[in-house]
């Protein structure tokens, strides 16, 4: 059976990526920052009859837990088809009364502190866990890395004034950080382009989740089959691409 690896799947998108990926035949590996967060998303999964689901601990930001759980995954599994690498966050801070701290997200006011703390998990937790789990996608025959971006982090059309959302979705440490996570990627799909490696940027939508305290206005079944789509994807689809069903329906694909 295949299997596949989901970085911050005990909720929210993630979580329904790993849904469907064991509705797809797969073992899935649930990578949850918090162990009993990891073990009430597997219990809800197995509620629902599915048998081939672990959650497995993983901190993205943390070197000795990306280590310790690919030695554990090691132990389990010969090698990995999929890995998703969901896990972000926004840095968007809200107040006590949850109104918006919108300093906290401007170019011209977020701290250095904001922008390391977003960046310690939406760009070097990718390049941590990615790098961590080379060697056994390596293994598989048609290994696959999905990750989960933003059309936020999309330069071309945060410098587009005819972008619906060109006012609104001003988020200088998110889009940024998504930014330099989808050119990170650019890389190693370039570096592993002569491989079976099918490596894709993907933006789910703007998605009801705890992310945006719940004002999205997708689901997360359309955003988790968004993803799953280049998850799955054959040996004669793209590496190195970024696309964004929302922004473009047509072909998906959008501008860096
Ligand atoms: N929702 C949207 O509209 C939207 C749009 C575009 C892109 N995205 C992207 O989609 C991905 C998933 O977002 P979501 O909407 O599902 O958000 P969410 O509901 O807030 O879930 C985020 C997940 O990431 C985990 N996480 C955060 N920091 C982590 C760390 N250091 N190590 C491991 N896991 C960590 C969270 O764990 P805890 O539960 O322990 O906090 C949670 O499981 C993110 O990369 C986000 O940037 C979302």
Redesign the pocket.
Known sequence: MKTALI????????FEVAKKLLQQGFIVYI????VI?GQTAVEKLRAEGFVNVEAIQ????DDHSVNYARTELGKKLDSLDILIN?????GVKVDQTGNFLEKTWTAEQATINTFKEVYE??VF?VVRVTQAFLDLLKKSKEPRIVM???SVGSLTQQSDPQWPIYDTAKFAVYGSS?AAMNMYAVHLAYELRDTPFRINMV?????K????YNT?FSTVETAANRIIKYALIGQDGPTGKFFSEETNPLTGEISW
């Open positions: 970085t911050g799947a005990n909720k929210g998108i993630g990578g949850s920052c918090d967060k993983i901190d993205v930001t969901n896990a972000g966050i926004s998990t939406n937790g989960v971006s933003s998504k933006d789910p939508g703007y998605t989740t705890d992310f945006n999205g």
